[in-house]
């Protein structure tokens, strides 16, 4: 469970941010702008939990998951903007993290 005051000092954070260059006008305004800023908050919070229970195998499983619908992403890009670049990038890091996880099935089978 996250500490309240963690997730206090990341919606004020938050707030700041969100109202630096624009001020709500009405108290109702801050409050309903700082309540969105500490939802915010809370649910970054338990993502982070959730995240720091999940194991290497998980985590990766994830990432690769993320970076191929990244793909998809990419090569929905109009045709005037180049795509060969990212493309390659986004293979190459499926691919290395697609060898780890087999090395690592294969370490744990022997």
Not at 23 to 48: D, I, M, V
Not at 49 to 54: E, F, L, P, S, V
Not at 82 to 89: C, E, L, T, V
């Amino acid at each position: 469970m996250p500490a309240r005051s963690d997730v206090m000092t990341t919606a004020w954070m938050l707030y700041r941010r969100d109202t630096r260059l624009r001020r709500p006008s009405t108290a109702a305004a801050r409050r309903r702008w700082f309540a969105r800023a500490l939802s915010t908050a809370w649910t970054w919070e338990r993502q982070q939990a959730t995240d720091a229970t999940k194991t290497e195998a998980q985590s990766r499983a994830e990432r690769i998951a993320n970076l191929r619908l990244e793909l998809l992403r990419i090569d929905a890009r109009p045709f005037g903007m180049s795509i060969a670049r990212d493309r390659a990038m986004l293979t190459e890091e499926i691919l290395h993290l697609s060898a780890t996880s087999l090395a690592s099935i294969a370490q744990m089978a022997a």
